[in-house]
């Protein structure tokens, strides 16, 4: 199923009231150092200190009266089982949410907090896929995936909505928009709306340099399944493929992806913090990575927007990033 400018438009009348309009924030500092104007969108003040509120309650508020009374499962090493535990939450509904047992224990406590129910599994020996189906197939429950969704991408696409009309009242021409990419939910969302808005805007997806399936894909044409060999700090980044339906909006719409190390992904938090004053987990910064580690040629001088995405980080590694220990 495709998904629509029109689409998201939708999705942001339905997340009106519900979800935060997020600010578009500069920081002349920022400006100074790169030489040319940053504008950043910290979905980190968005509900559940993440983006992935607007598609997790855009899928939701849109199911039946007998879905809702079935409830929902979903699989998310964090930031998409909050938002889908407090999307059910507000509609009313159970959830049950299948985590990693090494997700963040930040993560893990804010989901339950919410009301649903978490199974935690071992990421390496299960499948969290096959753990969702068969909760569904016990309960009847609706399986919300975390990115290969059309109302999911939708719902995350609001966010380019509002960054693009944002940078138009700031009287920014904007020459690229960086944000992060997993299996593709996000960008894919935030580009339809961006090309859609400002056609002349180059949009450019960002991952962590073991997780780069997305990259590969682009390259390859066809979607790649990365053999993980390693961790990523990333952890919000660590899904090994695209989807289905957000890898053909990938192919159209995206000039680039650029690759980050965990090392250049904890300078720029270590910079949002120092700099920006802003708390942002590792997935989230890896736009303002590739920026400061002049990794992004697009849209050469121009100005440039950058999706923050989240802010739930552990707080023993955010210390240890910090005080460089990473």
Avoid: W
Avoid at 149 to 154: E, F, K, L, R
Avoid at 169 to 175: E, N, R, V, W
Avoid at 206 to 215: G, I, L, S, T, Y
Avoid at 289 to 307: H, Q, S, T
Wanted: net charge neutral; proline share 5%; aromatic share 4%.
């Amino acid at each position: 199923m495709s998904v629509t400018f029109a689409d998201i438009e939708a999705a942001a009348a339905r997340l009106k009231g519900h979800a935060v309009e997020t600010p578009l924030i500069e920081s002349p500092a920022l400006n100074e150092r790169l030489g040319r104007r940053v504008l950043l969108k910290p979905e980190t003040l968005q509900r559940v200190g993440a983006f992935k509120f607007r598609g997790a309650y855009n899928r939701l508020v849109q199911l039946t009266a007998d879905e809702r009374a079935r409830g929902v499962v979903a699989f998310s090493s964090g930031n998409h089982a909050q938002g889908v535990a407090l999307a059910a939450k507000l509609l009313g509904m159970p959830a049950v949410i299948v985590m990693p047992r090494d997700a963040p224990a930040i993560k893990v406590e804010a989901t339950k907090g919410y009301g649903a129910e978490v199974l935690l599994y071992d990421r390496l020996t299960e499948s969290r896929e096959a753990i969702a189906a068969r909760i569904s197939e016990e309960r009847g429950a609706i399986v919300v995936p975390a990115f290969d969704d059309p109302h999911i991408v939708a719902g995350q696409g609001t966010l380019g909505l509002e960054l693009v009309r944002q940078a138009q009242a700031a009287g920014a021409k904007l020459g690229a928009v960086l944000a992060p990419v997993s299996g593709g939910g996000l960008v894919s969302g935030v580009a339809l709306a961006v090309k859609a808005l400002s056609p002349d805007t180059a949009v450019v997806g960002v991952e962590p340099e073991a997780f780069d399936d997305a990259r590969k894909s682009l390259q390859k044409g066809e979607i790649v399944v990365q053999k993980a060999t390693g961790r990523s700090m990333c952890d919000a980044l660590e899904s090994p493929f695209v989807g289905e339906i957000t890898f053909p909006i990938m192919r159209r719409t995206l000039a680039d992806i650029a690759l980050v190390s965990d090392a250049e992904v904890a300078e720029a938090m270590r910079y949002a913090f120092r700099m920006l004053k802003l708390v942002v987990e590792p997935g989230g910064s890896v736009g303002l990575a590739a920026l400061l580690a002049g990794k992004v040629a697009a849209g050469g001088d121009a100005p440039v927007a950058v999706v923050l995405s989240g802010g739930n980080v552990d707080p023993d590694l955010y210390a240890r990033v910090l005080r460089g220990e990473i």
